[in-house]
């Protein structure tokens, strides 16, 4: 009797303090010896108990999803609003958590205000550039204490990689200039408003061969003007077909000729070939996720994260758009993360975590 008392204990014992290393080992603990582990967070994620708990423990880098972006925290020339961007601040000062900028300029989600005039015409260049100055001066005074890095320029480069066009030209930044030269501004004015934070270009596709070759043909162009650049994002909105490892550890090994910091800035693995922004599904409602493809989800982020590892010398973040599948930007269909519609972990978060080398 005593005999199975004493294996019971034992048993007990053995059961406990492995649930407690299973809970202790988590995503910003494995990758210690590596890099950070980011997430982009909105307020629920941030408000609920239950998921600001797997914020806490998996995460020591936040980036706010939308509410950091022009439109949000300056909707009208000179009228800002704060109330929501604070309290992703506030909630990475209580937690001790460093906090990315995102992002300053970008031709989405920005008031129309910063191009035009009254009138609804376009604005001169210098009117243009003086907003921005304004704008960036602002934003980024304010959060000067808590974010160390800016995603200054977002999604400049043409997408299209059989057009001859270097640059994007559907937005407000183009119609206006016709030229690059407001991406330097960006960089400049951010500097002069926080010489610390490190500043950014962010773009996606960033392995597709042509658009790679422009990015790094523009960022060279900067540095070897003076521009203050310290750093590329790689958003990494990837599917289970691609990019491939070969394009995934090129982009970071060419990316490090220039700058001395790349971080993945938006990383998600979408269960269809879709890439970009289009194809989203609803974000509520049942959906079955096919096996195979999870499958092939948990191989890609396997091998993925074999190759950000060994590119730990170059890689400072690796920050992924949305905490669960419960909540991506492109809905429940492309369950693109580590974590389920429950916020619990899926088979992949063991994966990522319990790797072997
Ligand atoms: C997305 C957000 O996740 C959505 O909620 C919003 O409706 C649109 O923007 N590239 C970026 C991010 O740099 O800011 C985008 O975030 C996703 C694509």
Redesign the pocket.
């Given at each position: 009797m005593k005999r199975i008392y004493l294996i019971l204990s034992a048993a007990l014992l053995f059961a406990a303090s492995y649930v407690a290393n299973a809970q202790m080992y988590t995503l910003k603990d494995a990758y210690k010896p590596y890099f950070s582990v980011g997430v982009?967070v909105n307020l629920r994620n941030i408000s609920d108990p239950q998921q600001s708990a797997v914020v806490l423990r998996n995460f020591n880098s936040i980036t706010a999803?939308?509410v950091m972006?022009p439109q949000l925290v300056h909707p009208y020339q000179g009228e800002f609003d704060w109330e929501d961007a604070d309290k992703v601040a506030d909630f990475c000062r209580q937690n001790g958590i460093k906090l990315r900028g995102?992002?300053l300029m970008?031709h989405?989600?920005i008031g129309e205000w910063m191009f035009k005039d009254e009138n609804g015409n376009y604005v001169s260049k210098e009117i243009l550039f003086d907003r921005m100055r304004t704008h960036i001066n602002a934003v980024v005074n304010r959060y000067k204490d808590i974010v160390y890095c800016w995603?200054v320029v977002?999604?400049a480069i043409n997408d299209d990689s059989t057009s001859p066009d270097f640059y994007r030209t559907t937005s407000g930044f183009w119609e206006i200039c016709h030229d690059g030269e407001w991406i330097e501004k960006a960089f400049q004015y951010a500097r002069e408003a926080d010489p610390n934070a490190l500043l950014f270009y962010?773009d996606?596709n960033e392995c597709d061969p042509v658009k790679r070759q422009r990015i790094y043909d523009m960022v060279k162009k900067m540095k070897a003007k003076g521009v203050p650049i310290d750093g590329i994002g790689m958003?990494a909105?990837y599917n289970i077909f691609g990019p491939s490892m070969k394009e995934v550890d090129k982009t970071i090994k060419m990316f490090s000729e220039l700058v001395e910091h790349i971080h993945v800035t938006?990383l998600d693995v979408r269960l269809t070939n879709s890439t970009g922004?289009n194809q989203r599904y609803a974000q509520t409602g049942e959906v079955t996720l096919n096996e195979e493809d999870l499958k092939k989800q948990e191989e890609y982020y396997d091998e993925l994260f074999k190759v950000f590892r060994k590119n730990k010398k170059y890689l400072d973040v690796v920050t992924f758009?949305?905490l669960a599948d419960a909540d991506s930007?492109l809905g429940r269909q492309n369950a693109p993360l580590l974590f389920d519609f429950n916020f619990r972990p899926k088979p992949v978060y063991r994966t990522v975590v319990n790797f072997k080398d």
């Open positions: 982009a999803e939308n972006k995102h992002c970008w989405k989600q995603d977002n999604e962010n996606f958003q909105h938006e922004g758009w949305n930007w």
